[in-house]
């Protein structure tokens, strides 16, 4: 996390959850980031796959040019992109991770702005996590921002976060290994097309015979 909103976002999500795998809807406390609320927002979980704003913060729905409440999260995204902000979103919501995703907003060939989101999942009723409180940050600030709807989001980055260091004694007992993790612990980054991925070896050895 490299912007000060989400920083300070995950830091407040953080102190409210203390031990636990993540605290509850009705514990945070607008009063406590009013500073941020203008870049926030919190999604609810309706089905796999379908994450859709609640409640979106006037900044972000200034600088994007529309109204999120009630939109599919996924809606903002090309098929592709689709795919890996789905993974993020079902990571958090079924493991507790918190997720970040850096992105591109363009209006224009010239015009192009760099985004970074997280996504920190709450408790809302019983013990399943069906909301998401998250932010949309930039550094940038261009004097067409806002003026000029983005007509493209694309993504540059995503890791997640396990706020504890590893995942949390609630999903360790489940011993099933969470998405995008790999028991191996070799890893490299790999840039593709603008994109910079986390790749964890696989099962194989380079001659192709099985480890």
């Known amino acids: 996390m490299r912007e000060r909103t989400s920083q300070a976002l995950f830091s407040y999500w953080n102190e409210v959850r203390g031990p636990r795998l993540a605290p509850r809807r009705f514990e945070i406390e607008p009063s406590r980031i009013t500073a941020i609320l203008p870049e926030t927002f919190i999604l609810?979980?309706?089905?796999?796959?379908?994450?859709?704003?609640?409640?979106?913060g006037t900044r972000v729905c200034e600088q994007f040019g529309r109204d999120?409440?009630?939109?599919?999260?996924?809606?903002?995204?090309?098929?592709?992109?689709?795919e890996v902000v789905g993974r993020v979103l079902d990571t958090a919501a079924h493991d507790g991770a918190v997720g970040v995703v850096t992105f591109d907003a363009t209006a224009s060939p010239r015009r192009q702005v760099g985004y970074e989101?997280?996504?920190?999942?709450?408790?809302?009723?019983?013990?399943?996590?069906?909301?998401?409180?998250?932010?949309?940050?930039?550094?940038?600030?261009?004097?067409?921002?806002?003026?000029d709807p983005f007509t493209r989001l694309h993504i540059t980055g995503f890791n997640l976060v396990w706020p504890d260091g590893r995942p949390h004694a609630v999903v360790a007992s489940t011993n099933q290994p969470p998405p995008f993790?790999?028991?191996?612990?070799h890893s490299r980054?790999?840039?593709s097309d603008r994109r910079h991925f986390r790749?964890?070896?696989?099962?194989l050895a380079a001659d192709g015979s099985e480890r």
Do not use: K
């Open 199 to 203: 790749v964890y070896d696989g099962g």
């Open 68 to 82: 999120f409440r009630n939109l599919d999260m996924l809606s903002l995204w090309s098929a592709d992109d689709q």
């Open 181 to 185: 993790s790999h028991a191996h612990g």
């Open 189 to 191: 980054v790999v840039h």
């Open 44 to 56: 609810e979980r309706q089905a796999r796959r379908h994450y859709v704003f609640r409640l979106a």
């Open 117 to 147: 989101m997280i996504l920190l999942p709450l408790v809302h009723n019983g013990s399943e996590i069906t909301r998401l409180l998250g932010c949309m940050t930039t550094a940038q600030s261009p004097p067409w921002l806002g003026l």
